[in-house]
């Protein structure tokens, strides 16, 4: 089988996130979740993402899954994302995707020059109470705390400025007693006229991922909580991890469109 490593929600290669992405044969279900897991461990980025096409006629193109190296996990947005970019970019399947996963029926349509576009179900956010511990954890104060809803698992933390988003170090050992998956950390953009309307960044330690470089999954939340404190249904997000990436948002109701690019950087044979 071919194996490909494709960078999502970037224009230029060693930015963005690194997703694996296979394809595999025409199948009625997917190969023995050991064996999923183990080369999800093998490529070792935060998400591999698996896909096999699926007969005409039903609800869905391709089924989806996708796998940390320690685990698998209900929604992704960047390997779906980077497996959008693999199907257009060897011909598998052109314009409108739509993908049978855990989560549903996902949605992605690649335009002729190359931006991608996923429909993706918008987090139910719930306000809950800051939990104890986590603003040591963290090493900075939230000002609120709100659950993401089960597709995510995730507690969305909000930061009084952008300086205190990029200037976390968390003790992740700490921080993954606080929530069922990870923490979003998230704050108004400083100065909009950056091309972004919010910044964040994400600690998945219980996943085996202690920062995701662009997540995907995480903008399903951030989509509605920015929309409401702006008053825009369409912003710019920058996730501003190491590797950075900007990822536009368009929130549609109980649907998020997550929009971006990608490209393909390493493309070998997986012969195990």
């Known amino acids: 089988m071919r194996i490909r490593i494709v960078d999502a929600f970037t224009d230029r290669p060693f930015a963005g996130n690194p997703a694996g992405v296979l394809l595999l044969d025409a199948s009625t279900s997917f190969p023995d979740d050991a064996w999923l897991q183990n080369v999800a461990l093998e490529v070792n980025h935060a998400e591999t993402a698996f896909a096999h096409p699926l007969p005409e006629g039903g609800e869905a193109d391709w089924a989806l899954r996708w796998f940390t190296p320690a685990a698998e996990v209900a929604m992704c947005g960047h390997a779906t994302l980077a497996t959008a970019h693999v199907l257009a970019t060897t011909g598998a399947a052109r314009g409108t995707v739509r ?23 918008t987090a139910p956010l719930t306000e809950v109470e800051i939990p104890p511990g986590l ?13 993401t ?8 933390v909000e930061l009084s400025d952008e300086k205190k988003v990029l200037a976390l170090t968390p003790d992740l050992v700490s921080l993954g007693r606080c929530s069922e998956r990870g923490i979003i950390a998230t704050a108004p953009a400083e100065d909009p006229s950056r091309g972004y309307d919010f910044v964040s960044r994400c600690f998945f330690p219980n996943i085996g991922i202690d920062e995701d470089p662009v997540t995907g999954s995480a903008h399903t939340a951030l989509a509605p909580f920015w929309s409401g404190r702006l008053g825009r249904t369409r912003l710019t997000g920058l996730q501003a991890s190491s590797r950075s990436g900007r990822v536009r948002t368009e929130l549609r109701g109980d649907r998020t469109l997550i929009s971006g690019r990608a490209v393909t950087v390493i493309e070998g044979d997986l012969l195990a």
Not at 149 to 156: A, H, Q, R, T, V
């Open 135 to 147: 603003a040591d954890a963290l090493g900075a104060e939230p000002l609120t705390a709100l659950d």
């Open 99 to 121: 993908f049978a996963t855990r989560s549903g029926v996902l949605i992605a349509t690649t335009l002729d020059d190359g931006s991608i576009t996923l429909d993706f179900p």
């Open 149 to 156: 809803g089960p597709n995510i698992g995730d507690l969305l």
